[in-house]
């Protein structure tokens, strides 16, 4: 590819990220004039755009640390604006599940505070899992939108990657002393660190 067409593709994928970050601040407002007809498909089309700007971003090789910040909290805001919507739309299953939803927001606040306190930014490590826990995050909240009944297996599921990501980024911030982006796993650092 020429250098022309990467900065080109470089441009349309943080352009992609960028769409997640100017779109969640709709979807919240979205949420609160009661409008789910809309929210529930640009959430889709959120979710959908979070599979796809990283993807190209390592096929065309264009990866960045810029692109991996973005990408983290145009994450972060896409969840935030789902379980707003979930807050408003579906309280009643928000209290059936507070045990286990109370607990990934204390795992999930506390690995954001750890990385701050430690590298005095969030963490963008886009592991395997954490990429893994995205997918089933996303396909849970795009469906208990879409459907009239909640899939609780795919909900548990998400929930249980979704922890041990957690887990395995506070681990992570633990024994990486410098702040790094697109970390494989806990495996590979360890494997790295033994050779």
Known sequence: MSEKNAVNVYYVVNGITFYRLLVAPFLIFLVFTDRMDLFKWLLAVSFFTDLIDGYLARLYKVTSVLGSRLDSVADDLTIVAALTGLFVFKIEFILGEKVIVVGLLVLYLFQNIY?????????????????????????????????????????????????????????????????????????????????
Request: aromatic share 16%; net charge positive; with cysteine.
């Open 115 to 195: 990385a701050l306190a430690r590298y005095h930014k969030i963490s963008s490590f886009h592991t395997y899992s954490a990429k893994a826990a995205a997918l089933l995050q996303g396909f849970f909240l795009i469906l208990i939108f879409l459907l009239p009944d909640p899939i609780y297996i795919l909900f548990y599921a998400a929930c249980l990657v979704t922890a041990i990501d957690l887990i395995e980024e506070i681990i992570l911030v633990f024994i990486l002393p410098e702040w790094k982006t697109d970390v494989k796993g806990l495996y590979w650092v360890l494997k790295r660190k033994n050779n």
